[in-house]
């Protein structure tokens, strides 16, 4: 049903947005997690940490916000849902460049559905944020 | 119902307002989203009327001819039931179907079958799955196994067809005279067995990235044998994640729970059980997303 999104933006040599979901991520709200994407590229960050740890629940509608969120830390306009694929698989054909985004604290439910359609593989998952940021912003 | 007027309209304002406008509207309206639609779009005048209305029109037509490539006349094979049920959450879907008889020398020894969702509502979606269809059916006909079909198919989105949506598919094959089942899985809900000797009900694995995202798919075949009155559940998203009035997910344990009280029953008392209990479920809240379902029984006694 309701998701909330919080963000917080963490200086650094590379700057990195966590923005912490909370509740169920579906085709009602996904569009709003590609704009909390999109405002915190426009804030500066170039790394972006989903934190997940009170994510109950994704549809597969999730899935394309996910990819999206890839696509906007790259630098690149988000894909129109109604347009093109070609993006994706040029990910995919360059899965290392699309660890700018991590996610953490992935709940079972939400891991089942990454596992099940294969798109886990985009995605480091660490345990917290604070890892998942420490990792990005890279000792 | 009354959201058709507010989809349609929702692209027609984005084409005449831009996208930062409409939601600036929508926002200052105070009001849910396709009330404030609607009221924007009867503000714009009697000429842009006319086009919403031609547009639903030809929206309606799009809904007739979009069911009728989802219904399948389910196919009478001796000594096996066949049933499905479709519900669009909006007018048209993507969620989509299929199961028919391979002829191979004018018999058809064996069954076909395919269940897809093509994630994202609406126009678009239901566009692809008109492409992917046919295109599944094909495959399925002329490779060797399941997991051919699904590489091939693929291969066709990634290299030819690429739309901004995801294609979850399971296909499969049924030999009707043994009962053996092969299958393969590329990022679907995995099918539920439930066997009709009494023993659990479970679902089976294996499964593969869905279509059109990656290169290649490397997704097995699966082999399971339909003994007599045991079931095969295909199934889309539409039912575990129908939601309820307080707001709760249907989910796969309900839909389990539900099947094994239903049993033993025809194929068609599967299918009515599941899709009731889904309905009741979720009462008068709107249907969050396309519902398909397609089961395949072997009856316990051919008569």
């Given at each position: 049903m309701a998701m909330t999104i919080e963000a917080e933006d963490v200086a650094g040599a590379r700057p990195v947005a966590v923005l912490t979901l909370a509740g169920e991520l579906d085709a009602s709200n996904y569009e709003r997690l590609i704009e909390a994407a999109q405002a915190a590229y426009g804030r500066g960050a170039r790394g972006l940490v989903l934190?997940?740890?009170?994510?109950?629940f994704m549809a597969s509608s999730g899935l394309v916000a996910l990819y999206s969120a890839v696509r906007i830390m790259r630098?690149?306009?988000?894909?129109d849902p109604e347009s093109g694929w070609g993006a994706l698989h040029e990910l995919a054909n360059e899965?290392?460049?699309?660890?700018n985004v991590r996610l953490a604290g992935v709940q079972p439910a939400v891991e089942r559905v990454l596992e099940r359609t294969g798109l886990r593989r985009l995605f480091e998952i660490d345990a917290s944020s604070t890892e998942a940021t420490a990792a990005l912003q890279g000792a | 119902m009354p959201d058709r007027a507010a989809d349609t309209g929702r692209a027609e304002l984005t084409k005449l307002l831009g996208e930062e406008r409409l939601a600036e509207l929508v926002r200052a309206a105070g009001q849910p989203e396709a009330t404030a639609l609607r009221e924007a779009l009867r503000s714009i005048g009697g000429a842009d009327m006319a086009a919403a209305e031609r547009i639903e029109r030809e929206l309606r037509v799009a809904q007739r001819v979009q069911r009728s490539l989802v219904l399948i006349a389910e196919p009478a094979l001796e000594g096996w039931e066949i049933a499905s049920d479709y519900r669009p959450a909006r007018e048209i879907g993507g969620d989509f179907f299929d199961a028919y008889p391979i002829l191979e020398g004018g018999d058809a020894r064996r069954l076909g079958f395919v269940i897809a969702d093509v994630s994202g509502k609406g126009i678009s979606a239901a566009l692809l799955m008109a492409f992917v269809r046919p295109l599944m059916r094909a495959a399925l006909d002329r490779t060797a196994t399941p997991a051919d079909a699904l590489e091939r198919t693929n291969r066709i989105l990634v290299d030819e067809r690429r739309t901004g949506l995801f294609v979850t598919a399971l296909c499969g094959v049924l030999?009707?005279?043994?009962?053996v089942v092969t299958f393969a899985n590329a990022g679907h809900e995995l099918p539920i067995l439930v066997p009709g000797d009494g023993s659990p009900i479970r679902s089976l694995p294996g499964s593969g990235p869905l279509l059109g995202?990656?290169?290649?798919?490397e997704v097995d075949d699966v082999r399971v044998e339909l003994h007599p009155g045991d079931a095969l559940i295909l199934y889309t998203d539409g039912i575990t994640d129908a939601l309820s009035p307080a707001g709760a997910r249907y989910g796969e344990r309900r839909l389990l729970d539900g099947v094994r009280r239903s049993r033993p029953g025809s194929a068609a008392d599967i299918c009515r059980g599941i899709v009731s209990s889904v309905t009741r479920f979720q009462r008068?809240?709107?249907?969050?997303d396309d519902l398909a379902l397609l089961i395949v029984r072997r009856p316990a006694s051919v008569p």
């Open positions: 934190d997940m740890t009170g994510l109950t630098g690149d306009a988000p894909p899965e290392s460049t699309a660890r | 030999d009707i005279e043994n009962g995202a990656f290169g290649r798919l008068e809240a709107p249907a969050a």
